[in-house]
């Protein structure tokens, strides 16, 4: 028996150790260049980062070379919080905005980014999502999405429509929409709380609540969701209610994109990252910023940040990955990347021209326009119950159950106050 | 004779790679998470804080009301697919052994197999378009209705799977001799009798099996919730079951910071939960299940 299993294991052994040898050969390398290692949560940017951008990194950069390590997003935070707590953590981390971040700096995983030169390239707005509770920065913005409202041009035209620039022309052209009746006027459904809250609550709502005074108010407990602003913002939101398509209760996000990208429905409350998809099927699309109550008031648009890069306090590579940084804020990479992924945009101080119209008619609504961040991502969230997932509910409920925007906001104050201590 | 201590060490050596995976992949795990709730780890360093975290889990109103309301929405998961499944698999069974398919009987068997053999994500994104609103069979929104989410995820979910439950009483039903079936047939029983009265008891003790495994199985549901919904499985936690809510307490959700502490304590609850039933079970109610021999 043993003389048999022999020259298996011989074998056996023998492809170990090539294997061995093999992994051995691939891990030297030459001596002179850097290797830096990029962590980040956007899996189907792969392509692009390996294709387009980094190799224009390591074009102006040599001796530095950088690999693109993607998570999945739903695994990402846990997976940096494992990688780093057992020392494995990437040189150059992609950065969640708000509540993640601060604890991540908490636990100290970044060095402080106030010594760069690329970080005073982006406004302070740009800047705050990422910074410590001293203001300290910690990541390099990478790029922030915008909401807006898809219309298709050619059911516009059809219904001889305007783009309205008040709340109450938004109802008037929704309600042509539904009185003609060959279209559904909005295509929104209240399966996914998520896009409640984030494509439609935030976007209608900050024209009610100031935007940011709001937002930062609740954040010092200076306002709370009981005041009439917000009460208003969530009866805006509310109004919409009669516009949705017939089973609007389960119908997805997926649902919804295609009801308007097969042309059978005239708008799409959604996020500027949906550009490619909305216009995949040959629509002539167009896009408008939620309008303010009256003319001539002051108009509020949503601006979400959603990346950025930090530096790994415990890495190996810190000087490569500092130059990496520093890349990070100039135009070059900026005008390379917003092109290279239509729907995300620069946060830097300088203009940046986008070659897809959509997406400059996008950049076009920040113009005049107050930015604000989405409601309750920084600080709210921090606890039990975290308030975005609250109003992911709240918002679900007043679409499906006819919870009213004083009883939800009743609600959503109650559970904040239950846990939560102004900042101050 | 091969002498004991030989006898022995060949033994320890014939269980020890399965063992060696099993500690090192289930055991271990299993422990440290156990092991996890009961510190800590905000801020850097862990402290012991004993039952700290199941206090907390307990009497924060927030997380005690989304514990039990996934724990309700679970035992009702389990319910509807041990009263679907159970008498569904029994018929098609039945029907398959009964000699009136013939030569089909290979077919049929695969045919109602196959679902098991999907990934969930597929069955849930089928069965999500054949009942959409849009473009589906049903105006309703099944899934969009907190009365009638949940059950129409747990019937998902027992048409993928009913084809488990089947080859158990399938099997089952085959193994019975046919002189046995044949001497009752000579007595003059017809075909209703012989199935309630000859072969249902034999095939009883299936039934204390499908349950448990079904028990344990539900128990640790998560992955047609998750396809369907999300981590935070709505309308309104509708169709939370605490396979959800581990996963939004461990991993985090949306802008929340993720928890591994309360993911701990949470997946330890539900091991205590698993693991006191099957027990009880086992001790209680599998000993007392009449097998007739044969």
């Known amino acids: ?424 | 004779m091969i002498r004991t201590g030989t006898r022995y060490r060949m033994l320890a050596l014939f269980v020890a790679p399965a063992l060696v995976v099993y500690v090192a992949f289930a055991v271990y795990p299993l422990l440290s998470s156990v092991g996890m709730s009961f510190f800590d780890s905000g801020g850097g360093d862990s402290t012991f804080v004993g039952f700290g975290n199941y206090v907390e889990l307990f009497t924060n109103p927030t997380t005690s009301e989304r514990f039990w309301n996934a724990l309700v929405n679970n035992v009702e998961f389990f319910l509807i697919h041990l009263l679907v499944e159970l008498p569904v698999g029994l018929l098609i069974a039945a029907l398959l052994t009964s000699g009136r398919l013939r030569r089909s009987v290979g077919l049929y068997r695969t045919l109602l197999f196959i679902p098991a053999t999907l990934s969930v994500v597929i069955v849930g994104f089928l069965w999500r378009l054949i009942i959409n609103p849009l473009w589906g069979i049903v105006e309703f929104p099944l899934l969009g209705n907190e009365a009638t989410a949940l059950p129409t995820i747990s019937l998902m979910s027992v048409w993928q799977y009913l084809g488990i439950p089947m080859v158990f009483l399938y099997t089952a039903l085959l193994a019975i001799p046919d002189d046995v079936v044949e001497a009752s047939r000579i007595d003059g029983a017809g075909a209703w009798t012989i199935f309630w009265r000859i072969k249902f008891p034999l095939i009883a003790p299936q039934f204390g099996l499908i349950t448990i495994l079904t028990y344990i199985w539900t128990f640790n549901g998560f992955d047609i919730v998750y396809a369907l919904n999300g981590s935070a499985p709505g309308p309104n936690y509708s169709t939370d079951i605490l396979g959800t809510f581990f996963y939004r307490s461990f991993f985090g959700s949306s802008g929340q910071v993720a928890d591994l502490d309360l993911g701990g304590t949470v997946a330890s609850v539900i091991f205590a939960i698993i693991l006191v039933t099957t027990a009880a079970y086992f001790w209680v109610l599998q000993r007392r299940l009449k097998t007739y021999e044969l």
């Open chain 1, 1 to 424: 028996m043993r003389s048999r299993l022999a020259p298996l294991a011989t074998l056996a052994v023998a492809a170990l150790g090539l294997g061995l040898a093999g992994c051995a050969a691939g891990g030297s390398g030459d001596g002179d260049t850097t290797k830096i290692v990029l962590g980040t949560w956007r899996t189907e940017d792969a392509a692009m980062w390996e294709n387009d951008i980094i190799p224009a990194f390591e074009k102006s950069h040599p001796g530095i070379t950088v690999e693109y390590a993607p998570v999945d997003t739903n695994d990402y935070n846990a997976a940096i919080q494992s990688q780093i707590e057992g020392g494995t953590g990437p040189d150059v981390i992609m950065c969640r905005p708000f509540d993640v971040n601060r604890s991540w700096i908490e636990q100290g995983y970044f060095d402080s980014l106030a010594e760069l030169d690329a970080v005073s390239t982006f406004p302070e707005t740009a800047l705050a999502a990422w910074e410590g509770d001293d203001g300290t920065p910690y990541c390099v913005p990478v790029a922030s999405v915008l909401a807006g409202f898809y219309y298709n041009t050619a059911i516009f035209d059809e219904l001889g429509l305007e783009v309205p620039t008040t709340q109450a022309e938004f109802l008037d052209v929704l309600d042509a929409v539904k009185e003609d009746g060959t279209y559904t006027p909005l295509a929104l459904g209240s399966a996914d709380g998520w896009q409640l809250a984030y494509n439609m609550l935030y976007q209608v709502g900050p024209n009610a609540w100031h935007g940011e005074d709001g937002r930062l108010g609740l954040i010092d407990g200076t306002k709370k969701l009981t005041d009439p602003d917000f009460v208003e913002g969530f009866r805006v939101f509310d109004s919409f209610k009669d516009y949705l398509p017939k089973g609007y209760e389960s119908i997805s996000y997926e649902d919804m994109t295609q009801l308007f990208t097969l042309g059978q429905a005239a708008i799409l409350p959604d996020g500027s990252w949906q550009i490619s998809q909305v216009t995949s099927t040959g629509l002539d699309v167009g896009v408008f910023g939620a309008p303010p109550a009256a003319a001539g008031e002051q108009r509020y648009q949503q601006e979400m940040a959603d990346m950025a890069f930090g530096l790994n306090a415990a890495g190996k590579q810190k000087e490569a990955a500092t130059e990496f940084l520093e890349w990070l804020g100039t135009p070059e990479f900026q005008q390379l990347y917003v092109n290279k992924l239509p729907g995300f945009f620069s946060m830097g101080s300088e203009p940046v021209s986008y070659d897809n119209p959509l997406a400059q008619e996008f950049a076009d609504l920040k113009e005049g326009a107050e930015l604000t961040s989405r409601l309750a991502l920084d600080r709210l969230s921090a606890g039990q119950p975290p308030l975005d997932d609250e109003i992911w509910r709240v918002a679900q409920l007043m679409y499906n159950s006819g919870l009213s925007p004083e009883e939800a906001t009743a609600e959503l104050q109650k559970g904040l106050d239950s846990w939560y201590t102004p900042a101050g």
